[in-house]
Every structure is written in C-alpha cells, then in structure tokens.
C-alpha cells in the first residue's frame, strides 16, 4: 500500500504575525516558514505504517511556489520516499487544494491519504474532508489514534463530546491531532540521504484541475485588542474585584 | 433575499446550543427564511426544541437509521440534497467538531468553497473570519451567484432564545445513496457534572503549573465552587493531566464565558486565541511575566497550590 501525505508549509507557529497597513495581507517577508505541524504529524504516522510494514512507500505532496524544495527536502529526511511538488505561485483554497490532491490520488492510487486536521495559517480545517467527498471515499478527522488492518482503519477521533471510535475502508481520508504522535527528530545523515530522493514537479495548472467556487480575500485587519488589566496583590483584593464584577 | 438552511448538531435527543448560535448568525444575514434540518434515527425531540427557537421559519426531519451516529460520510449526501432542493442561498452549520466534519464534505459535493469560522457578517456574500490563531481578521467574499457554506464561529454569537415560536415540523424525503464505507463503533464520553465547557458562563482553567492528574483536583474543586466548566491548555491535556474535550484554545475549544480563570497557564498565542471573546479573565501564575497577563483583567502572582485553595475557600 502506498501512502500520500499532504504536506503543508506554513508560517512556523512561534512567529508573531503582523497585519500589512494597508490591509493587502499579512507580512511575509523574511519570516519563518516550516511545516505545518499537523502535517509533521501526518507524515510520522505514515512512516510507522511503513514501519509495521502496512505500506511499503510514503509520499508527500505540496501545493507551493517554486522555492519550497527545501520544504520537501525536510520531509524526504524525515523519511518518505519521494516527493511531489505541484507549483503554483499563487496559495490555493482548501477546494482547489483538494481538486489537485485528487489529481495524484487518481495518479498513485494510494491505500491511505492523510492530512493535518488544519494548516495553521489560514486555520480552514477543510482540505482532508473535501478530498474524501470529492474521491467518494471515508473520512476519518481529527484523529488521535490510528490501527490498520485487513483493509480497515480504526480511528479515534478527538470530537467535543469526547473520542468517537470508527471504522473505515480502505482506501481512506485520515487527518490528524495533535495527540496522534510525536514527529520524530531528523538526523544529519538522514538529510544527507534525503538529497538522492526523487521530487517530481508539475505545475498546478498542467493538473486540469476544475474551477469554481473560489472566495476571495478581500481585507486584513488586526484582532480586537484586549488591554492589560490591573493586578491584585493578594486574594481578598481578587474577591472584592470579582464580586464588583457581580461575577462571585 | 436570503434563505438559510442550518444543521442542527444534537446528542442523545439533546439540541447542542452551538445550532441556537447559528441561528443568530443566521438572522444578521435578514433572510426571508431560516429552515432548520435534523438528521436523526428518531428526530421528534430534537426537531421540537429547535422548532421553538426564535427566527426559525420551519424544522426538516429526515428520519433514517443510518443518521443514528454523526458520521460525515453519511450526512454529507443527504445534506447537499436538502440544500439542492430548497432552494437555500446559505448552508450553516456550528464550527464544532461536528460542523467542522460535515460541513466541507457538503461544500465539495455542492461545488463551491466554505467559510470556516464566521466572526461577522457584513452582507449576504461578505464575512469576517479569523486566520492564523486569530492573529489577523480576514474579510472574505463568496460568489454572489453560488451557495454560501459556512461554519459559524461559536463564541462570536449569542444563542438564540426559546421565545413563543412553533415552527412547523415537517417530514424531508430525501432521495440519496448512503455510503457503508463508514461505521461508528462508540463514543467515550468524558462523564462530567460540571457545566458544558462550551456554554458555561464561567470556566476555571488549569495547565502545565498544576502538574499531575491528582493536582488537578484543586482546579476542579474551584470550577464547583464557582458552578463553572473546568478547562485546560494543550499542555494539561498532553500530559495526560485531564481529558482532551477540556482543552481550550486553537486547536481545542473555542469559548466566551463571562469569566474565565485561567490557572498555571502562561497563555501563548494557541491558547489566548480560545479565550479572546471571554467577558473577564483572571490570570493566577508565579510568573508575573507570563504573557497571560498582557490579557487578564485581573492578575495576580503567585503559587497556585496556596492560592487556589485560599481563593476557593474566600468564595
Ligand atoms: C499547532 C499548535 C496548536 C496548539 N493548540 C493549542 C491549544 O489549542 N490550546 C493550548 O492551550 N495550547 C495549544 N498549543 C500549545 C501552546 O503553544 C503552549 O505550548 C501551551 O498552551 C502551553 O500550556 P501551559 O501554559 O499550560 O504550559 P506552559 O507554557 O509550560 O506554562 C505553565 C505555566 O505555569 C506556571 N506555573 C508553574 N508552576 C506554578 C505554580 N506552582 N504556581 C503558579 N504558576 C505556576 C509557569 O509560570 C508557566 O507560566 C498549540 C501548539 C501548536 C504548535
């Protein structure tokens, strides 16, 4: 069985984001970019498959400009065994994202497709189930466990009730938590090995991937502030403060 | 004009309280009809509370023992169709774990995209939305030709109430191929008295400072005192101090309470961005330079095991 991992990259989560004056975006220059860690994620759970020996090859994809090889490079290190980059210039919609991502599924027929459960930029949490409408095929979000078998996944997601337990059949769509694993840590000479492994390119509009229903950015702006507030020197001061508030 | 067809999301013959916030979402849009659909083995009882919430024009029911568990594989076809048929201008559903499921299958099968996390609405095709931990606020722009799917940011809509209304509940059939690729095998529920962290109006909140599963009786013991939720960052949550369904924040609840208490947390950015909306937030940390305190009304330093139990024995 072949595995896909969408592969993401991102504005690294400890950057600090600032909103463009004139409200065209939010700055990019010179700030750090690294996987999403959703997708990190996703692609150490591929690997231990591979490693249980459920799926013999690992491959991760990226919708990104031309200058994310070194994105893939990380991810080849981190072991998959190659690389597909389609290029676009432009950052494309979760619904575009996952019309491309058919693309290679149809391709690579892959057992299992598994994504993060968001990208932490534009926090969509969209791509994985549109995939799996637009395949016909199961999905299974949010995932914090994961057990293959005898053509089946066992998932348990993390939903607000709790952890729903279900079953799908392969092939299947899986997005990840963040309890699902611990992305492992790349080694020098896992970097070294990963400069021999295979990234094909192809562009995003060679896909013929269809159009329709995009939405567009209109404006950024800066989250309401909330100011600092006072600070009380002990807990009496915080109960007559509170029951001020009428909130004790 | 304008017509809404909102998902109610429901467990064990209970409306959540995330589908009355999308009925307020719903009215800003000033359609001509807000429908409620209920996707049920045995609708009646959900369907009933829904029906008495203020702006609802009518309640769907689609009655079908493949809708006895939420499973997004299975709603999906059964909710396209519904919106296909009624000629509905808006899909709606909670950004929930539920919504959050369902509602980008739905989009895929209908064609177009969704707005994930709705903070506003400035028109029937024009919203806001956050991105990047709620770091910046996205005005976004549907086409004005196409439905508009869309997930609703909880905590930026009140619920509605339960006025006098009594929509009429009517029985969908809906004509769709239902999938058996996908089975729910069970659903462990965190069994708690306390309040639904999503709807309390007030939540004690521990994190990593409290330190084990045991310590975290205090915070527990603050929240019964107070009748508030108990909640939890990420960290809490990985060491395994406390359930997942308690963690606030990015990736876990997103929540407005009217006071929340935030306990051993130093408040970076994936957690400030669960508790933006809330009305007062209390910070209590031994760190007077944790970044919780560039947001908490009310600070104050010191060790939580002291604090804390001298707190919930002054209340
Ligand atoms: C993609 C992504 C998503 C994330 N999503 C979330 C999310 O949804 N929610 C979330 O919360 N985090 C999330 N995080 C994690 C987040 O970045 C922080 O790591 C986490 O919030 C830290 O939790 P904490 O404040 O409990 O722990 P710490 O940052 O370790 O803070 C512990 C605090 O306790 C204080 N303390 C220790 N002992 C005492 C004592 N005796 N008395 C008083 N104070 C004490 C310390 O001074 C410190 O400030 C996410 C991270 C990533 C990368």
């Known amino acids: 069985m072949k595995i896909l991992v969408a592969y993401k990259r991102v504005v690294d989560f400890n950057v600090r984001i600032q909103v463009k004056p004139d409200g065209s975006g939010v700055a990019s220059e010179g700030v750090k970019l690294s996987p999403n860690p959703f997708d990190d994620i996703a692609l150490e759970a ?124 392969l092939p299947a769509v899986i997005t990840t938590d963040l309890r699902l694993n611990e992305p492992r840590f790349i080694k020098l000479p896992d970097i070294m090995k990963a400069k021999a492994k295979p990234i094909e390119t192809v562009e995003l509009a060679s896909l013929g991937v269809a159009h329709g229903g995009e939405i567009s950015n209109t404006n950024y702006a800066p989250p309401a502030k909330r100011s600092r507030g006072v600070m009380v020197k002990d807990v009496a001061e915080l109960v007559a403060l509170l029951q001020q508030k009428g909130l004790a | 004009m304008s017509k809404v067809l909102i998902i109610a999301e429901h467990l064990n013959g209970q409306l959540n309280t995330a589908t009355a916030r999308c009925v307020t979402c719903a009215r800003a849009l000033q359609p001509e009809a807000i429908d409620v659909l209920v996707l049920s083995d045995a609708p009646a009882a959900v369907a009933a509370q829904a029906a008495k919430l203020d702006g609802v024009s009518k309640v769907l029911n689609v009655a079908r023992a493949e809708n006895a568990h939420p499973l997004a594989a299975v709603l999906a076809p059964q909710i396209a169709a519904a ?203 031994k760190d007077g330079d944790a970044p919780i305190y560039e947001v908490a009304d009310i600070g104050l330093v010191g060790d939580l095991f002291k604090l804390v139990p001298e707190l919930e024995a002054a209340l």
């Open chain 2, 83 to 285: 919106a296909r048929s009624g000629a509905y201008t808006h899909l709606l559903l909670p950004s929930t774990t539920f919504g959050k499921d369902v509602a980008p299958r739905a989009a895929a099968l209908l064609g177009v995209g969704q707005v994930s996390d709705i903070m506003s609405v400035t028109g029937p095709h024009t919203f806001t939305r956050p991105i990047y931990a709620g770091n910046a606020i996205v005005t976004v722009e549907t086409p004005s030709d196409a439905l508009v799917v869309g997930t609703v940011r909880t905590a930026s809509w009140p619920a509605m109430g339960e006025g006098a209304n009594t929509a009429p509940v009517e029985a969908l059939p809906v004509d769709a191929v239902l999938p058996t690729h996908t089975r729910f095998v069970g659903l462990q529920q965190a069994s708690s008295e306390r309040p639904d962290l999503q709807s309390a109006a007030k939540v004690v909140s521990g994190g990593r400072g409290v330190g084990s599963k045991e310590n975290f009786e205090i915070i527990y013991k603050l929240a019964d005192k107070l009748h508030a939720a108990a909640g939890a960052s990420r960290a809490a949550v990985d060491a395994g101090y406390c359930p997942n369904d308690m963690q606030v924040g990015q990736t876990g609840k997103i929540i407005a309470p009217e006071l929340y208490i935030a306990i051993g947390i130093s408040g970076a950015i994936q957690h400030l961005t669960g508790i933006k909306d809330a009305g007062t937030i209390v910070a209590i940390n």
């Open chain 1, 46 to 169: 591929a690997l231990r498959l591979r490693e249980q020996g459920i799926a013999e090859e690992v491959i991760i994809a990226t919708i990104a400009p031309a200058d994310a090889q070194p994105h893939l490079r990380n991810g080849l290190a981190m072991g998959a065994n190659r690389a597909i980059h389609v290029v676009s210039a432009e950052p494309v919609q979760p619904l575009a994202a996952a019309r491309a991502l058919l693309k290679l599924v149809e391709k690579e027929q892959p057992g299992l497709v598994i994504l993060g459960k968001q990208a932490i930029d534009d926090d969509c949490s969209q791509t994985g189930q549109m995939l799996a409408a637009l395949w016909d095929r199961p999905q299974a979000t949010f995932a914090s466990k994961l057990e293959v078998a005898d053509g089946k996944a066992t998932v348990t997601r993390e939903v607000d009730a709790g952890l729903e337990t279900i079953e799908v059949d």
